[in-house]
T-cell receptor, first 115, second 114 residues
Framework: AQSVTQLDSHVSVSEGTPVLLRCNYS??????LFWYVQHPNKGLQLLLK??????LVKGINGFEAEFKKSETSFHLTKPSAHMSDAAEYFC?????????????FGTGTRLKVLA | ETGVTQSPTHLIKTRGQQVTLRCSSQ?????VSWYQQALGQGPQFIFQ???????GRGNFPPRFSGLQFPNYSSELNVNALELDDSALYLC?????????????FGSGTRLTVV
């Protein structure tokens, strides 16, 4: 079965410093992996996705993630945090269930950006 | 291109009642999934509809049911509401079953059961 583990429930960074949100995955086959962001009282917005093409994936708002098969990791990074990045971030793996694709979400990482 | 829209945005129901939540898919999307997000947790897969047929279900009891209409809009129905059903319900749409294509999510319906 597919699963993802987000290693930090809360991360605090100062504005202008790098962001690292960690995600490990477990998969019996080549996975499709995603990062979504959820701002307070909002739905989920896709940041980026990995689908077995380039291992370094660039997303919106300056975010990127690197797929490392040897480490079963898909960590999300951003060189310089902005106040508007404060939100909940979810690492997601797409699981195939009898022909249906469903998302399996991690438990989320709440990012706090300090002025 | 319009995104995914859900209605209502907030709802308060009494335990034992029934509720219907609605979702309009993004234009051209024929696959709709529903997720339940309890407070402080990640979303959990309820079920998926593809071309008006349910084609996948998560670990939710039969009192959670759904419909997809010919225009690919969708409903989530929950009967005999329980306090633990209080959550944010998210609808997501995609092309052709989703998968690597990814899903577009709506902003959700916040259901409170009292």
């Amino acid at each position: 079965a597919q699963s993802v583990t987000q290693l930090d429930s809360h991360v605090s960074v100062s504005e202008g410093t790098p962001v690292l949100l960690r995600c490990n995955y477990s998969s019996s086959y080549s996975p499709s992996l995603f990062w979504y962001v959820q701002h307070p009282n909002k739905g989920l917005q896709l940041l980026l996705k990995y689908t077995s093409a380039a291992t370094l994936v660039k997303g919106i708002n300056g975010f990127e993630a690197e797929f490392k098969k040897s480490e079963t990791s898909f960590h999300l990074t951003k060189p310089s945090a902005h106040m508007s990045d404060a939100a909940e971030y979810f690492c997601v793996v797409s699981d195939q269930l009898s022909g249906t694709y469903k998302y399996i979400f991690g438990t989320g990482t709440r990012l706090k950006v300090l002025a | 291109e319009t995104g995914v829209t859900q209605s209502p945005t907030h709802l308060i129901k009494t335990r034992g009642q029934q509720v219907t939540l609605r979702c309009s898919s993004q234009s051209g999307h024929n696959t709709v999934s529903w997720y339940q997000q309890a407070l402080g947790q990640g979303p959990q897969f309820i079920f998926q509809y593809y071309r008006e047929e349910e084609n996948g279900r998560g670990n939710f009891p039969p009192r959670f049911s759904g419909l997809q209409f010919p225009n690919y809009s969708s409903e989530l129905n929950v009967n005999a509401l329980e306090l633990d059903d209080s959550a944010l319900y998210l609808c997501a749409s995609s092309l052709e079953g989703g998968g690597a294509r990814g899903y577009t999510f709506g902003s959700g319906t916040r259901l409170t059961v009292v």
